[in-house]
């Protein structure tokens, strides 16, 4: 099972933007379906971006289409999460997590997904 651990996370104004790494300790092969989830306090944690690493499609859900983008460096075996004009909103814990196939049609679900990183706080100030 593979091993992730997320960095990247900090504070940031309104309209500003950071990067999220994930780190996997194994390599990245044609078959993992990567994500980024996110939890708020009091809120259930939400899938909100993947990439099946066979054929790399991105999926995004709506509320960060076009500001998000998700990409991957097999070569180094990290998952990236570029996130820019942020909002308030999305405020959170921010998670990666992979699953060793295709990415399942439930894939905003996070019990889809067998590996998960620690976690990286996210915080977006008015």
């Known amino acids: 099972q593979a091993q992730l651990r997320e960095s990247g996370g900090g504070s940031v104004q309104t309209g500003g933007s950071l990067r999220l790494s994930c780190v996997v300790s194994?390599?990245?092969?044609?078959?993992?379906?990567m994500a980024w989830f996110r939890q708020a306090p009091g809120k259930a944690r939400e899938g909100i971006a993947a990439?099946?690493?066979?054929?790399?499609?991105?999926y995004y859900v709506a509320s960060v289409k076009g500001r998000f983008s998700i990409s991957q460096d097999t070569t180094k075996s990290t998952l990236y999460l570029q996130m820019n004009n942020l909002k308030p909103e999305d405020t959170a814990m921010y998670y990666c997590a992979a699953d060793p196939d295709i990415c399942p049609s439930g894939w905003t679900r996070p019990t889809e997904f067998g590996s998960w990183g620690q976690g990286t706080q996210v915080t977006v100030s008015s």
């Open positions: 990439l099946y690493t066979g054929s790399m499609s991105p």
């Open positions: 194994r390599r990245i092969y044609n078959s993992y379906c």
